[in-house]
């Protein structure tokens, strides 16, 4: 497999490519990768599973804050713990 870089984007296509990955909920990379297949007539091929892509944008932005709050003390090292 090989890779690309490309240059010199222009704003205005690049913000409707991020505009349009966010739309589909997906990254750039792969969305230039599939209009890239889409366009020359190939199947979009090599996706990574999408095992939890149906769990995601489910919570509110409430729930989400939510369960950081709840989860704060798991993101704090116990320098005792280590010990």
């Given amino acids: 497999m090989s890779s690309i870089t490309i240059h010199d984007l222009d ?3 690049d913000r409707r490519l991020s505009d349009e ?3 589909r909920k997906t ?3 792969r969305l230039v990768k599939e209009l ?8 979009v091929s090599g996706q990574y599973g999408d095992d939890y ?3 995601c944008g489910l919570w509110t932005a409430e729930e989400a804050a939510e ?3 709840n ?3 798991n993101r704090r090292v116990d320098e005792d713990d280590w010990k």
């Fill in 36 to 43: 890239l297949a889409a366009s020359l007539g190939l199947p």
């Fill in 11 to 13: 704003r205005e296509l």
């Fill in 27 to 29: 990254s750039k990379n």
């Fill in 67 to 69: 369960f950081d709050m």
């Fill in 53 to 55: 892509r149906e769990f």
């Fill in 21 to 23: 990955a966010k739309r």
């Fill in 71 to 73: 989860q704060a003390s």
